[in-house]
Structures are given as structure tokens and as C-alpha cells.
């Protein structure tokens, strides 16, 4: 092999090294992928749509109301589940036929949000946890029935639907208040 060939062997090698490492380090802690699983998002997210989270969300701060997130189901570790955050760390949350309350307050559900006729009891969540709901809450099951999520087992915050083709697109937190 002559000199000029064996040097450009060993920089495409070498480009593709460098180039592997990087991807490896953006896919351990910056970007992740997920499957949505479900109807329990519709209809901001559907069923067998494959989206990017963003892993590193949270490195400095705590998920805000309206955030899509990816978390690790509470009764099953090895599976990973999609909903909205609704509650913050240290709020006081209830459901009343539906409606859900802040504090004391008439949350104002963003334009996504399928509710139901559910209720669930007035409940502080816990200064390192979240409380998450579905968006389409007649199938949805979320903090109603496994309490708030501590942030430890969140993995991120979903910003990019990117299958199918014809539903790519950027995921923005939903509007909304007490």
C-alpha cells in the first residue's frame, strides 16, 4: 500500500473514531429516542410516533408545568412511560370531576387536553417529584393511580416528533395556569 493511500485510510479511521465517540456521547447524555406507546397523549402525541427527548433538560433546573416528559414507570423500572407535568414539586393537587385544582387554584388545561369525569383526593406532591398527567385522560394512566414521580426518573423532556414524515415536528410545552 503506498504512503499517500495508508494515510488516507488512517484519517477516514480516524474521522470515523471521532465521529462515533461524539455520537455516543450526544446519545448517552444529550438526545434520546422513545416510542410512544398508547393513546394516553393523544392527541399531541399518537401511538407508534417515535420522538427525541432531550436528556440534559433538567441538568440545571426542574421540569415546568406543560413539559412532555419520559420517565421511568414507578410500578415497573424497566419500561418507560409519556405523559404531561402538571404538578410541581411542593404544589397541592386535586382532581374534581375533571377540573384540576393548584393550590387552591383552577388549572386552565391547555387546548390538547381530553379530560374526564375523575377525581382524585387534594395531595401535596413531594419537594423531588412531579406530578404527571395524560392528556387524554379517559385511557391515561399516570399520577392518578401511581402518585407523583420523583424527578430521579425522569430521563427527559420530549421536543421532536420525528415518525411518521407527516408528523414531524417540534413538541413545545403546552400553555396553561392556575
Known sequence: MSSGRFRWALDALETFAVAAILALVVRTYFIGSFIVVG???RPALRDGERVFIWRAAYLLGEPERGDVIVFRY???????????????????????AGRVIIN?????????????RSSYPATRVPEDSV????DNRRVSEDSRFFG???LAE?????????WPPGQIGL??????GP
Do not use: Q, W
Open 74 to 96: 414507578p410500578l415497573d423500572p424497566t419500561r418507560d412511560f409519556v405523559k404531561r407535568v402538571v404538578g410541581l414539586p411542593g404544589e397541592e393537587i386535586e382532581i374534581r
Open 148 to 150: 407523583p414521580v420523583p
Open 39 to 41: 393513546d394516553s397523549m
Open 171 to 176: 413538541l413545545g410545552a403546552a400553555e396553561g
Open 154 to 162: 425522569v430521563k427527559g423532556e420530549v421536543f421532536l416528533i420525528y
Open 104 to 116: 387552591g387554584f383552577l388549572y386552565t388545561e391547555p387546548p390538547t387536553v381530553e379530560p374526564d
Open 131 to 134: 406530578f404527571v398527567l395524560g
